[in-house]
């Protein structure tokens, strides 16, 4: 018998919203008002909702709970599979935390088609939610697929000048990786018998089956995070969106490619993870290094942000193909880090939009003088972003170079150029806007943070501070999770390889 438990009702409460907002009718200004305020009080719900599964969350526990399970396709053995684990819960966390930051973003900035912004915004937090508490790969494809169709809207119809294009742009980047990804899990299914993600981890396939499928996976979470050299949509996606489109963009969409590698490619394909871990190494160095190089020449503040999202992930997996405890933790920790800070940076940067409608970097200068306030908090975000001790970003850093110097020192050393050259462009970045020669009265005349954008801002800067300080409160509760992973990964490639071409050493790296 269903029942409809904390992750269903989670996960399509935004729906609700979006039934109401339908039933809305009236002049424009009303119509507009009230969308907005059943948008904002509904992620309110959805978030109150995820705050109670974080507190009911069983930290010690490496199993999935909150899981419901019901018949979906019968005769095809596919289910309405649902639960959590300590990889997926944050995750969870910061799309119903992100989505009301969203809505308060647009409260003034979308003044056209108040209504369907807003459903467009719902839609896309339930299929966020969904894509991290799926545990049947149709509901995940479903779920995983879902996502670009609101984000192609709200790119598309609420974006700048060259909307259109940068909106095809990310449709077709992440629709053609998919169609891979859908080929594969087909072929998952054919070998199995089964679309249950639990047991296509404990009945991993050949191994040379193995290779083809992982790249099948590879190709679509690889465009999603985005990896060099398919990264090509993210910087014309997040120039052309509106600056709630960034920041759901950068702070919850992008993860879902990492999210992917640690709940298909390392559980399903361990052989294949193996074996190409270096080729992801090198992506990741070049990534980190390269993107970092193109951010520093940056003229615009949302390119820039955006060039330095690929950096980061770059962290990311080069800290989960170590597979090692740190390198694992580091790169959940850095998504989860990053999707905090860019996010926020995004929002100051639409904060100048607003007010000058440029994002042009010497365009701006000198802002201290009549924005102490902004360029305070801007100030915060900056040093996250590059790492600072005592912010969040420094944890995520620190942990996967940590893991990438027990599997290879070089990579390490490659990597860890990327964290001078972050500090240089962002830096740059602030002393231009925020110190910088004040060549435009327009920008010295513009007024500083309003309540909203303060409290809004404020709001990320408690979580980002937090983590930096105690994050146990993230680690404690992932650690089972990926200790179970990293164990059964390791025991995977031992069965595989007679216990003669893999060595698990003692702190997990891979010793061939």
């Not at 979470?221 to 014309?236: G, I, N, Q, R, Y």
Request: glycine letters at 8%.
């Amino acid at each position: 018998m269903f029942e409809f438990s904390l992750l269903s009702a989670m996960t399509f409460l935004p729906l609700a919203g979006v039934v109401i907002i339908l039933f809305i009718r009236g002049e424009q200004e009303y119509v507009a008002r009230n969308s907005r305020y059943v948008a904002l009080f509904t992620s309110v719900f959805t978030f109150a909702f995820g705050l109670f599964m974080f507190l009911q969350f069983d930290s010690a526990s490496a199993e999935f709970q909150f899981v419901e399970k019901s018949n979906w396709f019968k005769p095809f053995g596919i289910s309405y599979h649902m639960g959590v684990d300590g990889i997926s819960l944050f995750f969870i966390l910061l799309s119903v935390f992100l989505t009301p930051i969203c809505i308060l973003a647009s409260w003034e900035s979308i003044k056209v088609r108040v209504k369907e912004y807003m459903i467009a915004f719902l839609v896309l937090e339930t299929f966020m939610i969904g894509t991290f508490c799926a545990l049947d790969t149709v509901l995940f494809y479903t779920f995983f697929e879902g996502v670009l169709i609101p984000m192609f809207l709200i790119i598309g119809i609420w974006g700048g000048q060259r909307r259109v294009y940068a909106s095809y742009k990310f449709f077709l980047y992440t629709l053609l990786g998919s169609v891979l990804m859908l080929l594969a899990l087909l072929t998952l299914y054919a070998q199995v018998g089964s679309t249950d993600i639990i047991v296509l981890m404990d009945n991993p396939v050949a191994r040379d089956l193995q290779m083809w499928l992982w790249l099948a996976f590879f190709a679509s979470f690889a465009v999603k995070m985005p990896m060099w050299p398919v990264h090509t949509w993210l910087p014309d996606a997040h120039v052309e969106a509106p600056t709630a489109g960034s920041v759901i963009l950068a702070g919850v969409l992008l993860k879902m490619g990492g999210y992917g590698f640690l709940r298909f490619s390392l559980p399903m394909f361990p052989e294949a993870s193996l074996f190409f871990a270096p080729m992801v190494y090198w992506l990741s160095i070049i990534a980190i290094i390269y993107t970092s190089l193109i951010a520093l020449v940056q003229e615009d503040m949302k390119k820039l942000i955006a060039y330095s999202s690929v950096a980061h992930m770059g962290f990311v997996t080069l800290g989960i193909f170590t597979a090692t405890t740190q390198g694992v933790e580091g790169g959940i920790f850095q998504m989860l880090s990053h999707g905090l800070i860019s996010a926020a940076l995004f929002l100051c940067v639409g904060v100048l939009y607003d007010r000058l409608h440029t994002r042009e970097i010497l365009r701006y200068g000198g802002l201290v003088k009549n924005m102490p306030k902004y360029a305070t908090v801007f100030m915060i975000f900056v040093l996250g972003s590059v790492g600072l001790p005592g912010t969040s970003g420094f944890i995520g850093e620190f942990l996967s170079l940590l893991g990438a110097f027990q599997v290879d020192m070089l990579i390490a050393a490659l990597a860890s150029i990327g964290v001078v050259l972050g500090a240089a462009y962002m830096l740059i970045l602030y002393r231009r806007v925020i110190f910088g020669v004040q060549v435009n009265k327009d920008a010295a005349g513009m007024p500083d943070l309003n309540n909203r954008e303060y409290g809004i801002l404020l709001s990320i800067i408690v979580l980002v501070l937090w983590l930096g300080l105690f994050p146990n409160v993230v680690l404690d509760r992932v650690s089972p999770s990926v200790d179970k992973l990293l164990t059964e990964y390791h025991s995977k490639l031992e069965v595989a390889a007679g216990f003669g071409n893999v060595i698990v050493g003692v702190e997990g790296e891979q010793v061939k």
